[in-house]
């Protein structure tokens, strides 16, 4: 089956304790994504990859980290998690066409995140 | 820079009507893809239709249909037969040119009532 996976699925943690959300797909897409979601503010992209060791920023990078060493998976570090990086976050993957388009993401089922 | 606005925080339809979800987009890009989203209460994203900015016609899947203003930036989803089923929040997102920074807009969450 076609799918995104991420662990854990929920995660409650404190301050300063470094954590990983890890995500897998097995589509072998190239194009990855790390996005929050927050009451009133949709879907902010945390941290993108456009394929095997090459990541870049997105709108609210500050405070995460990321790497993409094979194509299937993209792990998001919390190095020093804080209060406010408790949100949901979803990893998602999808192919590229040309010219410059984006296919469709595929989602994974969400982490959801607090941190005390 | 990239944005996506969806100016109906919350929505109410009665079952059985039609809707429209408004979306509108500022981009320089001339390549790129628009995309709606569905999440339901449970949480899971579910992509419901795509839209092509070179597309001739409006984009179709079903019930949902995409009405696709180019010159104007907008891309309204239209939902026909509403069904209970169909309350959820709903996303418009931008996908496309050279960079890989992709958009989405802070959401409509739609009620349908009995």
């Known amino acids: 089956e076609a799918q995104v996976t991420q662990n854990p699925r929920y995660l409650i943690t404190v301050t300063g304790k470094k954590l990983t959300v890890t995500c897998s797909q097995n589509?072998?897409?190239?194009?990855m994504s790390w996005y929050r979601q927050d009451p009133g503010l949709g879907l902010r992209q945390i941290y993108y990859?456009?394929?095997?060791?090459?990541?870049d920023k997105g709108d609210v990078p500050e405070g995460y980290k990321v790497s993409r060493k094979e194509k299937r998976n993209f792990p998001l570090i919390l190095e020093s998690p804080s209060p406010n990086q408790t949100s949901l976050y979803f990893c998602?993957?999808?192919?590229?066409?040309?010219?410059?388009?984006?296919?469709?993401?595929?989602f994974g089922p969400g982490t959801r995140l607090t941190v005390l | 820079a990239q944005k996506i606005t969806q100016t109906q925080p919350g929505m109410f339809v009665q079952e059985k009507e039609a809707v429209t979800l408004d979306c509108t987009y500022d981009?320089?890009?001339?390549?790129?893809?628009l995309f709606w989203y569905k999440q339901p209460s449970s949480g899971e994203m579910i992509f419901l239709i795509y839209?092509?900015?070179?597309?001739?016609q409006n984009a179709t899947e079903g019930r949902y249909s995409l009405n696709f203003q180019k010159a104007r930036k907008s891309a309204n989803l239209v939902i026909s037969a509403t069904q209970l089923g169909d309350s959820a929040m709903y996303f418009c997102?931008?996908?496309?040119?050279?960079?890989?920074?992709?958009?989405f807009g802070k959401g409509t969450k739609l009620s349908v009532k009995p």
């Open positions: 998602a993957s999808s192919t590229r066409q040309e010219p410059l388009s984006y296919n469709e993401q595929f």
């Open positions: 990859s456009m394929n095997v060791e090459v990541t």
């Open positions: 839209q092509g900015s070179y597309d001739q």
């Open positions: 981009t320089s890009d001339p390549s790129y893809g």
């Open positions: 589509m072998n897409h190239e194009y």
């Open positions: 997102h931008w996908g496309g040119g050279s960079q890989g920074n992709l958009i």
